[in-house]
């Protein structure tokens, strides 16, 4: 087992972690460990790592967590820490490019300054830019994937491939091959094409759609953002609310009063397992007093205790 044979990673120049709690990885700040994580120096790097690693071995990649649910037994295999708060930001041939383990408010702020247009949206998704390419993250009338001119992936067998948008099956929050088969690999960088657009007006936009976020979301507790996606023709929060689920708690987990599509970790004692039981709550009730049955947004993975 790959665990047990430390001398498989050498060579490897980032930061091995054993037995490392994923909460502190996650913005919901629960959850289970991971038998081994890795912070990568770099692409080659990482690709480094990927090649020690069995081919079956599981492989999981974890941006800033503002998407996922990690059970509380934790993930096994290798856990890749994406985020990368020195990640290279650059323009070139009118192209914004970006590695994979930036934050997309950096994009954003990024694109703004250099005088590209609606890339402003990216301000308020507090995640990773792989995490935004792999969630075709967006909000506001923006999609992660109406930018993106081509994306560099590092495959399972440690080689890297360029793709475009051709090579993607894109919905709403959902991301394919163009196959129809799951996404394979790991994103490691996007080049964005955004129009031309005056830096000011795009800060003041930022500005504002921040505000927004700020008065309508619980920004101030442990969340991952909407929980559920929006079925079609209707908002989630509505209905949520509608079934009178709006503070309902359990164990360490709670409805947030301020957004119904939200849930909160107040005091940070919640374990995965009442996040879970909390999404699986508001899905029976909403489905029996409204006949929707909602989908989680948000990934829930790992093992339960
Ligand atoms: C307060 C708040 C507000 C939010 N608002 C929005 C919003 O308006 N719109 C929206 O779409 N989302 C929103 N989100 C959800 C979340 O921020 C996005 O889905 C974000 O893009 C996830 O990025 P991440 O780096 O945190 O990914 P993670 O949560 O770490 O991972 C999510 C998925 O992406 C995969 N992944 C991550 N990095 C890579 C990579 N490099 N290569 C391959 N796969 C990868 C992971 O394996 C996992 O399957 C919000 C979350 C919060 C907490």
């Known amino acids: 087992m790959i665990m047990s044979e430390p001398t498989l990673f050498a060579g490897l120049r980032g930061t091995l972690k054993r037995d490392e709690s994923l909460a502190r990885h996650i913005t919901w700040r629960c959850g289970g460990k991971a038998d081994l994580a890795y912070v990568p120096a770099d692409r080659d790097d990482l690709a480094v790592l990927v090649r020690c690693l069995p081919p079956t071995e599981q492989l999981t990649v974890i941006g ?11 993930l096994r295999g290798a856990v890749v820490l994406m985020h990368n708060p020195g990640g290279t930001l650059a323009v070139s041939d009118g192209l914004v490019y970006s590695d994979a383990g930036v934050a997309s408010p950096k994009v954003a702020r990024f694109a703004a300054a250099h005088g590209c247009a609606e890339a402003e949206f990216l301000a308020g998704i507090p995640g990773t830019v792989g995490g935004a390419l792999a969630m075709n993250a967006g909000c506001y009338g923006g999609e992660t994937w109406g930018y993106v001119a081509r994306v560099e992936v590092l495959l399972r067998d440690g080689s890297f491939a360029v793709r475009t948008p051709a090579d993607y099956s894109i919905g709403y929050r959902s991301v394919r ?9 790991v994103f490691t960088a996007a080049w964005f094409r955004f129009p031309q657009g005056d830096a000011s007006a795009a800060r003041t936009r930022i500005k504002e759609l921040l505000a927004k976020r700020i008065a309508t979301q619980p920004l101030n507790l442990p969340n991952a953002g909407s929980v559920f996606r929006n079925p079609p023709g209707d908002h989630a929060a509505r209905l949520i609310e509608g079934c009178g689920l709006k503070g309902h708690a359990i164990g360490g987990a ?28 508001v899905r029976r009730v909403v489905a029996e ?15 339960g205790e």
Not at 265 to 276: H, L, S, T, Y
Not at 289 to 303: D, H, N
């Open 64 to 74: 800033l967590g503002s998407n996922l649910l990690i059970r509380d037994g934790g």
């Open 177 to 185: 091959r163009a196959g129809g088969g799951a996404l394979d690999g």
């Open 254 to 281: 709670r409805v947030s009063e301020k957004h119904a599509n939200f849930i909160v970790n107040p005091e940070g004692k919640a374990r995965a397992a009442d996040i879970e039981a909390l999404i699986g709550h």
């Open 289 to 303: 007093k409204t006949g929707v049955t909602l989908e989680p947004e948000v990934q829930i993975i790992g093992e």
